[in-house]
């Protein structure tokens, strides 16, 4: 289990340092097959750097040689990480599946940010970071370098 600090709008540096060196598999939601995708760079390039990567997205069976899951209920494994690429509407629902399965954090990507679901994760015990790209902040902590220019 991550811990951090409760009660706050995004964690720090250290913080998400210690999210990322310390997780290991991470659901991405909202996943797209295509390749110029956020959803699709992001979820390769963490890959790329040693993350399992479970792909969530009802429309597909499989994507980046992953089997893809209809939801994060179906997933039959322990879950590090729930990486949302879905509408902020969507938050809410995707907070409370990631808090059912057990996630240890939630990361919202850039743009998106919900506070009332933050918060609702945060009181079970998730870590929560919003409005963040977790492959950038990856990148940003770890003197990495963008896959390519475009993400």
């Not at 995708?37 to 979820?43: E, F, G, I, K, Q």
């Not at 409370?96 to 506070?115: I, P």
Request: aromatic fraction near 4%.
């Amino acid at each position: 289990m991550i811990e951090c600090p409760d009660g706050k709008f995004n964690v720090t540096n250290e913080e998400a340092k210690l999210i990322l060196g310390r997780s290991k598999t991470v659901a991405v939601v909202g996943i797209s097959h295509k390749a110029d995708r956020d959803s699709h760079r992001v979820a390769k390039y963490l890959k790329d750097h040693g993350y399992r990567i479970i792909p969530v997205n009802p429309k597909y069976r499989d994507v980046l040689g992953e089997k893809c899951y209809p939801d994060l209920k179906a997933v039959p494994e322990h879950i590090d990480v729930v990486d949302i690429f879905r509408n902020v509407e969507m938050i809410p629902g995707i907070v409370d599946e990631a808090v059912a399965v057990g996630a240890d954090a939630v990361w919202m990507q850039r743009g998106l940010l919900h506070e009332k679901a933050a918060e609702r994760a945060r009181s079970a015990g998730l870590v929560v970071v919003m409005d963040e790209c977790m492959m950038e902040t990856h990148i940003r902590l770890n003197g990495g370098c963008r896959p390519d220019s475009s993400a």
